[in-house]
């Protein structure tokens, strides 16, 4: 993510990484960058937080995310690519969201970086959810 990124981002939420602005990323000969997570992105006009979380789980399903819900306005979503998985948590509320890393598997997470591939798979993620209706 360069700065430029995280530029066009900004008005629609906050992105939280460690050294997200550090030009290079991580290690790993560039295939690493720090771990994104997104906080307060607003969701686009009024709705219940049953809709909401109908909201969360049609734009993470129809990325191929499995969407389990853990309880009121916690939804978590697990991305399955060839060997690879993604475990994150989306708390929401009725007027924003997070996506949160939990865990994952061969994606070469040392703590503060992971392979590149998890931060596209999250901020589409997160687009998605913001653009798709709550109805």
Known sequence: MNRRHLIRLGGIGTM????????????????????????GVPFIGGASMAARGNQIRRAGTGLGWVMEDRGP?????????RTHQAVVDIP?????????????????????????NYNGWVERLQRTIAATGPG
Do not use: K, M, W
């Open 16 to 39: 939280l990484g460690v050294g997200a602005c550090a030009a290079g990323g991580g290690g790993g000969g560039g295939r690493n960058a720090p771990v994104q997570n997104y906080e």
């Open 92 to 116: 929401y509320n009725n007027s924003v969201f997070g996506i949160r890393y939990v865990s994952s598997q061969n994606l070469d997470y040392d703590g503060t970086t992971i392979h590149r």
């Open 73 to 81: 306005g916690l939804i978590r979503g697990t991305l399955n690519v």
